[in-house]
């Protein structure tokens, strides 16, 4: 068990270093760092869907709260590490009181979607209706639909005028990628993502067990919050600028895309799934043949269609049986007891 | 949209110019201009005729032998409504692309998000759309009218016209805000009396609770810089309710995306408005610019005042260049600065050296028959709002949007 | 006391225009328990269809209550074959597939159409009550929708049609014990449903400017209101509706039409909350 999660931690190292090594020499750091946070943003509802079992349709509720968050404390504090803390507090807390709300009133899947799709609108049109001078908070008016540009970018902690931003940007945020992807590894592996797991799969049999089921949920959920928070905060710092859109049900449509896309159950499908696609979408804004929105439906619906799990589980199941040709017997093995393992803790 | 083959030829120089990696096209034989629209997406119906409006006066350009005896090239980028794709652009654009010059953003949230990597690269920036005005920045000149140009025009109209009480329902951003104070000031001015004013978000589509509201205030005339297409729906629902025949109504916005061509002569007719373009302005440089665009691109219909802004924005441009007679970026502010103008199909276009912004002809119109005729030319107005704030002469480090306090 | 009067109907006309945008929605989810959520693009397509009829020269009422159905209905129809066939039974899927689906049909609708707001002007002249003048057309959404409500209950309640789908509204298993197809009966469901999503669409489409993403502003609150009214069709499609027009409408009347919207939102999340099952969840229970 140690043993393996010792090759997991190295493993995602080489392939991050070899990753943030080599990208930048095909595509610019500028559009790579907004693929990472995208990265980050699909990877927040990975973990609460793929492995909670919570679709929420709000998810762009806390990346835009986060964005926003950071922008007001920034423009207040004129400094940016604690804005940067609070961009990740403000959304955990909110999905803590939102969850516990939703959770302890046994809401589930379809009355769970409509409750995150409406907060999400009510934070979408209150934002996009404070034009007025009188919404401010500190000295950061909210600004209504044209959003909050010329707040204070991320700077190294203690020098607000040591700003970070181009390639420097890119490897910070790439490391803070990294460790995030680290820390929900290490969580998932824990008897709390491991619980988290059961409760996807059967939430009756775990609450019969004993367990919380309720709190867990709503612990879960504000973990992928604050996730997403933190990816917004990082978005702000890198659009210079946060506007009403980052709420919209288009922007909350596209996460649940990429996660779809990419593979739900696995750490690495949602974030390829979002960087992959966002990239299509940049690369589509050069040519005028087809409309993109169409694109982009389209690929949901076949996905959806012919490729439910995604593309991480399809490919590694691939994998497995090229693999598996060989010899059989032996995957079993291997298979049955690492379930073994896995039951035993 | 028939295609011929000089939009061909431009489209496809553009798609190359984007392409292709940087280092293939070389900096020294052409002259680049960068330009960033939103040609599909929901705000399509403005970035397309801007884009067709920003081709046609490039190809003029080259067609009389380019400037500075070199070829001026197209990198476009589609933003597809997403403010997102702005700041990336805006990169590619300026850093990658190098270009010598960027036109382009349509909403004010775009404009602000790229046009601090316009002014950290040094790249010169044109912003071509009416707006709310106050923006103080040295590196970037803007081609629209603004509020008080407007509403300066067509409130004293409008009220001899109609009555001295006055409603005011504006979109709820940051441009209808701004806007509705004017109007408010305006109307004091006259001698006027403000009896309501209401905000709408942008996609807000029912009007029927604020046209009983508007009838309980009993104004003489209604004044509504309404945005979009939700909001066209307000038009429509006045008319339906058999209003239109007795409180005459004033817009500052509507018909700036060809919108009288949507409504019909029953619901549109003896609207008021007041901008630097309509397509019945009857002067030569009107004339010749609608003939070049249909022989361009087939049909004319849909150029607007924002297109004709673009269009003009690219002639301010090329004229500054021939003066500086360089693409150092000091030296064609310098040009721009001695107040340079052009004739453009809107009438003369002048550029205030305090603020970066224009002076225009401004146009009283009203709705008729889908057309928006022409009632008076108030000739060169100051964009006195922009002015009461900048002044680049004195400042010329300043870089904020003022909020103009009246 | 006019004003009254004017509030009154502008009361029973948010009612009824919620009933109709979300009648479509609520008869694909009764029988079904498909979420459709291209639901608003299908009425987006109901208000081009009806324009194109018009403009084609067609009568207006026969563009609205015949034209934007039917050809809305066909298309239903081919995305149930196409799509939603395959996913009968994985709520969550149908989903996403139905969002993927009103993703292409606002492409499809931006190529053919373009992005410029287009409409249609309102064939009702305007109406005096009192000193106040309303808008007629109204009164004409208020009449389609007490039409389409007693429609929908004579029809479930007194014909064989009716009674085969209640059936297997209820026990899709042993309808088809019975001999009744589901697959046939779900294919004809989701026709009836397009259809009246295309009908709202249409109906709708005099009163706004329509652009091909206008279908996103209806969705939503479709959505709330059939979730919120519950398992019952017609009880609960009525008692969400009517709820929630009449919080719309006070709160738009006292203070703002966006305040509005967010008390609907509010209620929407408190009605769930205390409701989990909706409305018809707890009351009216077994009824239509």
């Known amino acids: ?163 970070i931003w181009g390639d420097a940007y890119f490897y910070v945020c790439a490391v803070i990628m990294v460790l995030v992807y680290l820390l929900v590894s290490a969580l998932l592996r824990s008897s709390f993502g491991r619980i988290a797991v059961g409760i996807r799969e059967n939430e009756t049999r775990m609450s019969l067990m004993g367990y919380d089921v309720a709190a867990r949920k709503t612990i879960l959920f504000a973990i992928g919050a604050a996730i997403a928070g933190l990816a917004g905060a990082l978005f702000a710092n890198w659009g210079e600028i946060v506007t009403p859109g980052l709420f919209s049900l288009g922007q909350s449509a596209e996460i649940i895309i990429w996660c779809i896309v990419g593979g739900l159950g696995t750490r690495s499908g949602p974030i390829l799934g979002a960087a992959g696609l966002a990239y299509l979408k940049f690369a589509l804004g050069q040519q005028s043949l087809i409309d993109n929105t169409l694109i982009t439906g389209l690929i949901l619906v076949l996905f959806v269609l012919f490729l439910p799990k995604g593309l991480v589980p399809a490919i590694s199941s691939l994998w497995k049986v090229s693999f598996a040709r060989r010899s059989p017997s032996r995957v079993h093995q291997a298979r049955r007891i690492r379930n073994r393992g896995r039951a035993n803790g | 949209m028939s295609l011929d083959r000089r939009a061909f030829l431009g489209g496809t120089a553009a798609m190359t110019g984007a392409a292709m990696l940087p280092s ?130 067509l409130v004293p109209y409008a009220m001899k016209k109609a009555g001295k009480k006055v409603y005011v329902l504006a979109a709820d951003y940051n441009y209808g805000q701004i806007t509705a104070r004017w109007i408010q000031k305006f109307v004091a001015d006259n001698g006027g009396e403000t009896v309501g004013l209401d905000f709408f978000p942008l996609d807000v589509s029912d009007f029927g609770s604020t046209i009983a509201k508007i009838q309980t205030a009993a104004p003489d005339l209604v004044i509504a810089p309404l945005v979009g297409g939700a909001h066209l729906s307000f038009f429509r629902q006045w008319a339906a309710a058999g209003m239109k025949d007795r409180i005459p109504l004033a817009s500052t916005t509507l018909g700036v995306g060809n919108e009288q061509l949507v409504l019909t002569p029953e619901e549109g007719n003896g609207i008021m408005v007041a901008y630097n373009y309509s397509q019945q302005l009857d002067t030569p440089a009107n004339a010749a610019f609608k003939a070049s665009w249909l022989a361009a691109f087939g049909d004319n219909s849909n150029i607007h005042e924002t297109a004709v802004s673009t269009y003009q924005g690219v002639k301010t441009w090329a004229k500054a260049v021939e003066m500086a007679g360089s693409l150092d970026r000091d030296s064609i502010i310098d040009a721009l600065e001695t107040g340079i103008s052009i004739e453009g199909p809107g009438g003369k276009v002048t550029v205030d050296p305090k603020t970066h912004h224009a002076v225009l002809d401004v146009h009283l119109m009203e709705f008729e028959d889908q057309r928006m005729k022409v009632i008076e030319t108030l000739p060169q107005r100051q964009p006195i709002d922009t002015q009461s704030v900048c002044d680049l002469a004195a400042s010329p480090n300043d870089n904020t949007q003022y909020e103009i306090q009246i | 006391m006019d004003l009254s009067v004017v509030i009154l109907v502008e009361m029973l006309y948010a009612v009824a225009s919620l009933v109709l945008i979300s009648a479509g929605l609520a008869v694909v989810f009764g029988m079904m328990k498909v979420i459709n959520l291209a639901h608003g693009e299908f009425m987006m397509m109901g208000g081009y269809a009806t324009i194109t009829a018009v403009n084609l020269g067609v009568n207006v009422f026969v563009a609205m209550l015949v034209v934007a159905p039917i050809t809305v209905g066909l298309i239903g129809l081919v995305v ?202 707890k009351f009216f229970k077994g009824k239509l």
């Open chain 1, 1 to 163: 068990m140690q043993d393996r999660m010792g090759k997991d931690v190295l493993m995602t190292l080489v392939v991050a270093g070899l990753l943030i090594w080599l990208l930048p020499q095909l595509v610019s750091t500028y559009t790579l760092t907004v693929l990472i946070i995208y990265g980050m943003l699909g990877f927040s509802l990975g973990l609460i869907w793929g492995f909670g079992g919570i679709l929420c349709f709000g998810q762009a509720a806390f990346f835009g709260l986060g964005a926003y968050t950071y922008a007001i404390a920034a423009i207040n504090i004129g400094e940016s590490t604690l804005p940067m803390i609070i961009a990740i507090l403000v959304p955990a807390i909110a999905a803590l009181l939102l969850g516990a709300m939703m959770f302890y009133g046994r809401l589930t899947d379809v009355y769970l979607g409509v409750i995150t799709l409406v907060v999400t609108l009510i934070l979408f049109k209150f934002i996009n209706s404070t034009a007025g001078p009188q919404y401010m908070i500190g000295t950061a008016r909210l600004g209504g639909f044209n959003g909050i540009p010329g707040f204070q970018t991320l700077n190294v902690p203690g020098d607000p005028d040591a700003y």
């Open chain 2, 24 to 153: 293939f096209a070389s900096a020294a034989e052409t002259i680049k201009l960068g330009s960033i629209l939103d040609t599909s997406g929901i705000f399509d119906a403005y970035g397309k005729p801007m884009d067709m409006a920003m081709r046609l006066a490039v190809d003029e350009v080259n067609a009389s032998g380019g400037l500075l005896g070199k070829q001026v090239e197209v990198s476009g980028y589609d933003t597809q409504s997403d403010m997102a794709l702005y700041s990336q652009y805006a990169q590619q654009l300026t850093r990658q692309d190098r270009v010598d010059v960027v036109h382009g953003g349509i909403l004010s949230a775009s404009r602000e998000a790229i046009r601090q990597t316009m002014r950290k690269t040094k790249t010169l920036y044109f912003y071509n759309v009416l707006y709310e005005g106050g923006v103080c920045d040295r590196n970037i000149f803007i081609n629209g009218v603004t509020p008080a140009q407007q509403v300066e025009a």
């Open chain 3, 80 to 281: 149930e074959r196409l799509v939603i066939r395959h996913l009968y039974g994985r709520l969550v899927d149908t989903m996403l597939a139905t969002w993927g689906l009103s993703l292409f049909f606002i492409g499809v609708a931006t190529m053919i159409f373009g992005n410029t707001t287009t409409g249609i002007s309102t064939p009702i002249p305007g109406f005096s009550i009192g000193s106040y003048q309303i808008n007629g057309y109204n009164f004409f959404i208020i009449v389609v929708a007490i039409a389409l409500v007693i429609g929908m209950l004579v029809i479930l309640k007194s014909t064989r049609a009716g009674l085969i789908a209640r059936g297997t509204m209820q026990r899709s298993d042993i309808a088809a014990a019975l001999g009744y197809s589901p697959d046939r009966i779900y294919m004809a469901t989701f026709f009836c449903g397009s259809a009246l999503s295309g009908l709202a669409g249409a109906v709708l489409a005099p009163l706004v400017g329509l652009v091909p993403t206008s279908g996103g502003a209806y969705i939503a609150k479709a959505f709330i209101t059939v979730i919120a009214g519950g398992p019952s069709l017609v009880a609960g499609l009525l008692s969400s509706a009517g709820l929630f027009g009449l919080v719309n409408q006070i709160f738009t009347f006292a203070i703002s039409p966006v305040i509005g919207e967010v008390a609907l939102l509010v209620s929407a999340v408190i009605l769930l909350r205390l409701l989990p099952q909706g409305v018809t969840g």
